[in-house]
């Protein structure tokens, strides 16, 4: 998935790369216009030259985009079709005999094979079986079908950043990693929301605990405590310091695999 992510930026950026020089014609021409220099005829034709490349290079743009779509939907297709070297080792066998294992065992095993659709298909039939825990593979399992639909939906959105003004948001970075996150393995499965869950908790834990001050003491000295103790010394306050809450967002909403 990460490589046509990736390709999809790339056509974006080429886009707007090859884009540029009629962006600078068409600003140049109204400067131009309302500074006298030209008429509004040639203003004019120079405004429909500019509009009609980067008309042809949106189309090019989008016809590569839509290439792109069919390649991951072949690739989503080959990659879903059930494989029987794929159930030769021993972790298929395990599930095939109906082998006795913990969640932390069967996490483990999905963890392992979650390059291989086909074993995951066969440990969620095992995770119904066994106590529910067919979420641990449907965490790293999606259909072809469910998958091209999500990268059909993120190359609309791209198409929709081709269009975009060139003060739009829609061309910064930001909004590319918002787009680029929804479409990525990890969100939105059915795993996830027990994951969901378990970050919330850790966020409700942390927010319990007492915030955190950098401050300066009366004699001088620079300590980090809470906010409590700042009061009670006296103490010159600078700034909140990044505590738990900080670093667990960080790493679960912006480093994740």
């Not at 962006?23 to 109204?30: G, I, K, P």
């Not at 309302?34 to 743009?61: C, D, F, P, V």
């Not at 393995?185 to 378990?198: A, F, N, S």
């Amino acid at each position: 998935m990460n490589d046509y992510i990736k390709e999809a930026r790339r056509i974006v950026t080429g886009y707007f790369a090859a884009l540029a020089p009629s962006e600078q014609l068409r600003r140049e021409t109204a400067q131009e216009l309302r500074q006298g220099h030209i008429t509004e005829g040639y203003a004019r034709e120079l405004t429909l030259s500019a509009n009609s490349e980067a008309l042809k290079l949106r189309q090019n743009a989008q016809g590569q985009l839509d290439a792109l779509a069919r390649r991951f939907a072949s690739s989503a297709t080959a990659a879903d079709t059930p494989d029987g070297n794929a159930l030769q080792g021993g972790d298929y066998r395990l599930l095939a005999e109906n082998f006795p294992m913990s969640v932390e065992e069967f996490s483990a095993l999905c963890e392992r094979n979650k390059n291989n659709p086909t074993l995951l298909r066969k440990a969620m039939e095992y995770g119904d079986k066994h106590g529910g825990m067919a979420p641990y593979a449907k965490k790293y399992y999606r259909s072809a079908s469910d998958r091209t639909a999500l990268f059909n939906k993120f190359i609309r959105q791209c198409s929709g950043v081709l269009e975009a003004e060139p003060t739009s948001p829609a061309r910064g970075d930001a909004y590319w990693n918002m787009i680029a996150r929804e479409v990525a393995p990890w969100p939105r499965c059915e795993g996830c929301k027990m994951e969901l869950d378990k970050l919330l908790t850790q966020v409700e834990k942390a927010r319990r605990a007492p915030l955190q001050v950098c401050c300066r003491t009366p004699a001088g000295e620079l300590i980090t405590t809470t906010v409590e103790d700042c009061a009670r010394q006296g103490c010159r306050y600078f700034h909140i310091v990044a505590d738990d809450l900080d670093a667990l967002l960080d790493k679960e909403l912006n480093h994740r695999a």
